[in-house]
């Protein structure tokens, strides 16, 4: 299943023709998704409906990986809010750039990609005629050239759906989540800043990603469970951040505030995605209930959540439970993390903690500060 967080039609709403809104959008999304496949050395310019010949954003950075394909690690963009015109584009491939601006003609003979961000959705034949169209005047200029793209809306809803933060202000929404990765970097992990898996994360890490991605999985809800501090957030979000498919993509919401709302808006929308639910108590009329009823069609949620603060005899919600790290676990991960204390001192912290790792990782803290 691949998340849908944007609609086209919201998109052409959203745009409404306005070049300025056009680049902003394109601008806010691009400075996610390109630093996620791996690039920094980008750039998006302010003006996208001035017909002179400049480039609108370039890429120059052999580390981007895009899983598209569309953009390349040398690429030059071109913005058009309006109705596209292959004139209009052929006039701009050849035109003089003003004082100080690159132009377009000059990165296409270095060998760049041209990516054309059109402001409508075009039928698939259309696309592809446009895009053989626009193939030929490019390599009028370099007949090396790569070939070009075209995002119209289609696609641009395809690539803001990797986004999901920014999809939401396309509906005039506040965010009440985090990105997957944007949840690993933000969660407290001072104390642990390098992720050593247990003997038992391989397991749940493929358990999680089947959960999401496979479309005949048999539940749409899924409960991990276990005590306090034994890193079922961390092992959680590891495992989502390993998958190509996944990463970034995953509605992250440290607690139940927001979701009844989220699941709403996804319900009128018509959102397909991924959502995992931290500090989950059991089900509460008053913060919102998360079952079957409640959740979006063509969703999978995630729960985490406390097993003490469940009857487990009762209760059918826990579908993985998470046993605690053992005391090899436990003492490898403070190893790595604690490096300058000698090893009588993490097992020491392992046996003070009842092998908690959280408790363990405090008291290595307390030793490296007062030695």
Known sequence: MNPVYVQPSALQTYIASDGSRFTELIREWGSI??????????????????????????????????????????????FKAGKPSLCKLKGELFADAKPGRQRIKDEVMKGFKVVWFIGKALPDIE?????????????????????????????????????????????????????SDRALEETPHCYLPKFVPSQSFEVLREEIIRFFLNPDYPMSIKFIAGE?????????????????????RVCYFPNIIGVDEFFRLAKQYGWLGYAVVDEFFGQSDSAGRIDSSTVPKGF??????????????????????????????????????????????????????????????WICDYYRKNR
């Open 127 to 179: 696309l592809k005629d446009l895009e053989e169209k626009l193939s030929k005047a490019v390599r009028s200029v370099n007949p090396d050239a790569p070939e070009p793209t075209v995002i119209d809306f289609n696609r641009l809803a395809e690539l803001i759906s990797h986004t999901p933060g920014i999809a939401l202000k396309i509906y005039g929404c506040r965010a009440a989540f985090l990105t």
């Open 228 to 248: 306090p501090g034994t890193g079922k957030t961390r092992s959680v979000l590891e495992a989502v951040e390993s998958s190509d498919e996944l990463r970034g």
């Open 33 to 78: 998704y390109f630093r996620r496949c791996g690039a920094t050395n980008f750039s998006i310019n302010a003006v996208s409906w001035v017909n002179d010949g400049g480039v609108d954003g370039v890429i120059d950075d052999e580390r981007l990986k895009d899983p598209k394909g569309w953009f390349h690690a040398k690429t030059v963009m071109q």
């Open 300 to 361: 999978r949620v995630l729960l985490i959540g406390h097993a003490y603060t469940i009857n487990r005899e009762t209760s059918s919600w826990i579908t993985d439970p998470v046993s605690p790290p053992t005391g090899e676990d436990i003492r490898a991960i403070l190893s790595q993390n604690f490096e300058d204390l000698p090893e009588f001192r993490i097992q020491e912290a392992v046996h003070l903690s009842g092998n908690n790792i959280r408790l363990a990782a």
